[in-house]
């Protein structure tokens, strides 16, 4: 299994400011996702984040809104810009293990974001 | 595109007795994964269960087990001896072996185990 942290594990702010999520993996993993959960809602992909490349943004997300670096194969961040009360959710990163695309997939224990 | 259905937003089960929440998929991938999740009221996101397509059985882990037809596609979860503390969010979601490997998810199934 792997030990993923996420900082910080929730936090309230004011609309048209910037909040940047870290995630810490206690392994080196190739892949990294972030994912956001609405209120009563299911998970959604935000984008697929690699070491060494831009991360790949979903419909609907993009760059300017949700920039994510991926420094190295143990971290990651995404940053809420410009933020509104629609961005107000849970967000979560999560890293697949196993070999040839099988094998377990985990999550951090997630962000709960307030905008007020 | 991948699709997971799970019909059941709420399910009510007396404690010790099994449930099997629902789950059914579509996918035109040949080898693909099957997960579920079980999501307390703190949010986090506890993986239960995986299954791959070409796995011949049905998989297990302690109380939780994954009723597996591939040729229905559908992947239902049986939790055996229901406990309190399984009263929570479940989510189905799959993933393809290949390319980005990101997750699709259901709609949940909310749980209730009653004393």
């Known amino acids: 299994s792997a030990v993923i942290s996420q900082k910080p594990s929730r936090d309230i702010c004011q609309r048209g400011t910037s909040l940047t999520i870290q995630c810490q993996v206690d392994s080196q993993v190739t892949m990294m996702f972030w994912y956001r959960q609405q209120p009563g809602q299911s998970l959604t992909l935000i984008a697929t984040?690699?070491?060494?490349?831009?991360?790949?943004?979903e419909s609907g997300f993009v760059i300017d809104k949700f920039p994510i670096s991926r420094p190295n194969l143990t971290f990651s961040t995404l940053t809420v810009s410009n933020m509104s009360p629609e961005d107000s959710s849970i967000y979560l990163c999560?890293?697949?293990?196993?070999?040839?695309?099988?094998?377990?997939?985990?999550f951090g224990p997630g962000t709960r974001l307030t905008v007020l | 595109a991948q699709k997971i259905t799970q019909t059941q937003p709420g399910m009510f089960v007396q404690e010790k007795e099994a449930v099997t929440l629902d789950c059914t998929y579509d996918?035109?991938?040949?080898?693909?994964?099957l997960f579920w999740y079980k999501q307390p009221s703190s949010g986090e996101m506890i993986f239960l269960i995986y299954?791959?397509?070409?796995?011949?059985q049905n998989a297990t882990e302690g109380r939780y087990s994954l009723n597996f037809q591939k040729a229905r596609k559908s992947a239902n979860l049986v939790i055996s001896a229901s406990q309190l503390g399984d009263s929570a969010m479940y989510f189905c979601a799959m993933r393809k072996d290949t390319g980005r490997r990101a997750l699709t998810f259901g709609s949940g199934t909310r749980l209730q185990v009653q004393p």
């Open positions: 996918t035109s991938d040949q080898s693909y994964g």
């Open positions: 299954q791959g397509s070409y796995d011949e």
């Open positions: 984040a690699n070491q060494g490349s831009e991360a790949t943004y």
């Open positions: 999560s890293v697949a293990l196993g070999l040839a695309g099988r094998g377990e997939q985990f």
